[in-house]
């Protein structure tokens, strides 16, 4: 099977492929450069990591280092974000950058963070006229750079329901919000939702292989909101975009770091082939999510990065990925990755150990 076959096979045919798919999100660069030597940023270039891969065009030079990282550990897909054209507004007294974003949404911007400066929603009257950006404001560059120069599944990535309503709003006002003012975020939720079935239709006409919907609505404990209000807020629209998504013939996949236990149901409602996250630091038992629900929803993810990829041994990350691979692999629906990302703290022996482990252990019939 190809990478396209294998992600597809899992996410849209609900069948055993030929072997469990692996991959990550976003590859750090600092892993970049341990894995192949040499600089994927100079020292001029170098930013923060999540801005550039939102907001900017990739070069050549990076774009070759990326590819040819996931190339090297077998990955079989990569991910992309419409790229947002974010415009710096002015610096803080600290030397600290002030960007705004399409949405409006002014941060602060250094190496390490990005930090909510300014909400463009300061009151319900400005709650009632916002309007979101267009698709126009967004470039699709970097995913058609990868559908033509790359044979790795692409995902496109789109913030969306709660997650997105609190990157407008900040959280503590979307929280009070949702309380004081219900109705209004309800109607800004329908306008959002618009604007996000908008870009996720240019992004599979631009050859998108799969959508996903970034959706951050719990923390390590639990929701931000009751499940029911969670359904009302968030998921009611979140299905309108995976509607969407299938009338085009693609599949769509959900992330939500966190504590999944009250909401998975939830999120499965919406009809989304695949959920990502499952952070084990976070209550989430795979094992039972994978009884409960594997007929009905492709698992990817639980791979740790607070514990077991930064502080783990290669011989603990490679006994991790046999487990998972002969419990939640069993029978196909699983696609194996970190919870998150390949991040800059992990050693690249462990990076290197999970997905050569992928490969060792992930072949069907599956011989553990």
């Not at 963070?113 to 009151?123: A, E, G």
Request: net charge negative; charged share 25%.
């Amino acid at each position: 099977m190809t990478s396209r076959e294998r992600m597809n096979a899992v996410l849209w045919d609900k069948v055993v492929p030929d072997k469990v798919p692996h991959g990550d999100l976003m590859i750090w660069p600092e892993l970049i450069d341990a894995l192949l030597g040499g600089e994927t940023f100079s020292e001029e270039e170098r930013m923060n990591y999540l801005f550039f891969w939102m907001s900017k065009t990739m070069g050549d030079h990076f774009f070759e280092r990326d590819k040819t990282a996931r190339e090297m550990l077998a990955f079989d897909y990569t991910h992309v974000f419409p790229s947002e054209n974010w415009k710096k507004i002015d610096s803080t007294s600290d030397g600290s950058e002030i960007y705004r974003d399409p949405y409006g949404v002014e941060h602060t911007l250094t190496v390490d963070s990005i930090r909510m400066h300014k909400s463009p929603l300061q009151d319900l009257e400005s709650i009632v006229e916002y309007s979101p950006p267009h698709v126009d404001d967004f470039s699709f560059d970097n995913l058609e750079k990868w559908i033509k120069k790359s044979d790795l599944y692409t995902f496109l990535q789109i913030d969306s329901g709660l997650f997105k309503l609190y990157n407008i709003l900040g959280f503590e006002q979307c929280m009070m919000a949702i309380v004081d003012h219900k109705q209004e975020i309800i109607q800004l939720m329908e306008r959002l939702t618009e604007f996000q079935i908008a870009l996720a239709q240019q992004a599979v006409r631009r050859g998108a292989d799969c959508i996903w919907l970034s959706d951050d609505h719990t923390g390590v404990d639990s929701p931000f909101l009751s499940p029911e209000l969670i359904r009302e807020i968030d998921f009611q629209f979140q299905k309108r975009i995976v509607d969407e998504v299938h009338r085009m013939g693609r599949p769509c996949v959900m992330h939500s770091c966190g504590n999944l236990n009250k909401t998975i149901e939830g999120m499965i409602e919406t009809g989304v082939d695949g959920i990502m996250g499952f952070q084990p630091t976070a209550h989430n038992d795979i094992e039972r999510f994978k009884e409960l629900y594997g007929d009905k929803v492709a698992l990817v993810g639980n791979i740790c990065v607070t514990e077991l990829m930064p502080k783990g041994t290669p011989w603990h990350v490679d006994q991790e990925v046999k487990k998972l691979i002969g419990s939640i692999g069993k029978n196909g629906g699983y696609i194996l990755s970190t919870c998150n990302a390949l991040l800059h703290d992990e050693p690249i022996e462990n990076v290197i150990t999970l997905h050569l482990s992928a490969e060792k252990y992930g072949h069907y019939p599956l011989q553990l």
